[in-house]
Every structure is written in C-alpha cells, then in structure tokens.
C-alpha cells in the first residue's frame, strides 16, 4: 500500500498500491481484485475476508522482472455519516485487500493475497499495518 485519500465523510475513499514484480521472470496478464472496508483493530482472531468473486478485475498488464506498476482503488460509495460513526465506536480501521493473479513464465498461474489496515498519517507519509489474515502467496 502506498496512500490514501478521501477518509472523509461524504467522500469517495482512494487507495493507491504498487504491484511489483520481485522475481526473475515477466509476469503475464497481471490483474488485481481489491476492496475495503472498516475493520476492528486490534485484529479479531477469526478475522474472515469475503471471496472477491464478485469484485471487478482490473485490466491486464505485464511486468517485466524487478518492474512495478501503480493501481488504484476508488470506492464506489462515499463514506457515510452512519458508517463513520460505527468505525469510530468499534476502534476500527479501514482495511484493504484483495488478489493479484498472473501467469509465470512457464504459463502456470500464481497468486498473491494481501490485507493491509491502514495506520494513518505519520511523518507526512501514509503507514500501513500487514493483517495477520488475508496475506498469501502460491
């Protein structure tokens, strides 16, 4: 995760990651599926993030070796009062997360999980925490 914008009542939240390619080969028809949603912090132990089967992908791309790319995430609601005042008493935060899927260079198909809450604003940047739930890899 990169940065957040929009954590306001009546606004539209905006996430930006970058998707990076650490290995040694191109990655080919790189796609992510992401959401959010405010989230009890500290993080419940039975933590369940829902399947993104019915999230939109984005399109595909292909990362050379050691090359990244930005993606972003813009909700399709504007936050409300109602919401904001739910996360406010449940000590929640928002959290994002989602899959990244690509075909390797031997034509198998990976995946990477992600979860990330987001920590607010330190020293002028954005910080995010890792989810112990949602982060795997194939």
């Known amino acids: ?14 996430f930006t990651f970058v998707i ?22 500290p993080e419940p132990r039975e933590l369940i993030l829902p399947k993104l089967t019915s999230y939109p992908k984005s ?6 070796p050691k090359v990244e790319s930005s993606a972003q995430l813009v909700a399709a609601n504007a936050l409300t009062q109602e919401q904001w005042d739910n996360a406010t008493r449940a000590n929640a935060k ?17 995946f990477t999980d992600f979860a990330f809450y987001y920590a607010g604003r330190m020293d002028g940047k954005d910080r995010f925490i890792m989810a112990n739930t949602g982060n795997d890899a194939n």
């Open 20 to 41: 990076r390619n650490f290995g040694t080969t191109p990655a080919y028809r790189v796609q992510h599926q992401t959401t959010w949603s405010f989230v009890s912090f």
């Open 59 to 64: 399109p595909e791309i292909s990362l050379a």
């Open 94 to 110: 928002p959290l994002v997360w989602g899959t990244i899927h690509y075909q390797d260079a031997f034509r198998g198909w990976r």
């Open 1 to 14: 995760m990169e940065q957040v914008e929009s954590i306001a009542v009546g606004q539209h939240p905006f």
